[in-house]
């Protein structure tokens, strides 16, 4: 079992930036992929970006390539999400998930643990 707790969310204004964090317990993250993905309402989760377990291969989704950086600490058990020039839709509640193998990929069935979410709300 491992308990995954995102930090660092909350109101921005447009052009904005955040920095969130994925605080791991119980459980080591050091040999699993982390995924960061969001679910805005009505809208289905999606993946923003995802970090292999050494950090050497890291994914994001195709539209927040440049404005997204993902990292991680293996010392630290935590992933981070640095977000930039947000805009109003990146406004939803920002999940880390703990991938079920060591490389990530944007398929929520690939991870098994995840956090409560934390809000980030982009306002113009």
């Known amino acids: 079992q491992v308990q995954l707790e995102e930090s660092g969310g909350g109101l921005v204004q447009v052009g904005g930036s955040l920095r969130l964090s994925c605080a791991a317990s119980?459980?080591?993250?050091?040999?699993?992929?982390v995924g960061w993905f969001r679910q805005a309402p009505g809208k289905e989760r999606e993946f923003v970006a995802g970090i292999s377990s050494s950090g050497t291969m890291i994914r994001y989704e195709d539209s927040l390539k440049g404005r997204f950086t993902i990292s991680r600490d293996n010392a630290k058990n935590t992933v981070s999400l640095q977000m930039s020039s947000l805009k109003p839709e990146d406004t939803a509640v920002y999940y880390c998930?703990?991938?079920?193998?060591?490389?990530?990929?944007?398929?929520?069935?690939?991870?098994?643990?995840w956090g409560q979410g934390t809000q980030v709300t982009v306002s113009s």
């Open positions: 998930a703990k991938g079920i193998s060591y490389y990530s990929t944007a398929n929520v069935r690939e991870y098994d643990f």
């Open positions: 119980g459980r080591t993250l050091s040999g699993y992929a």
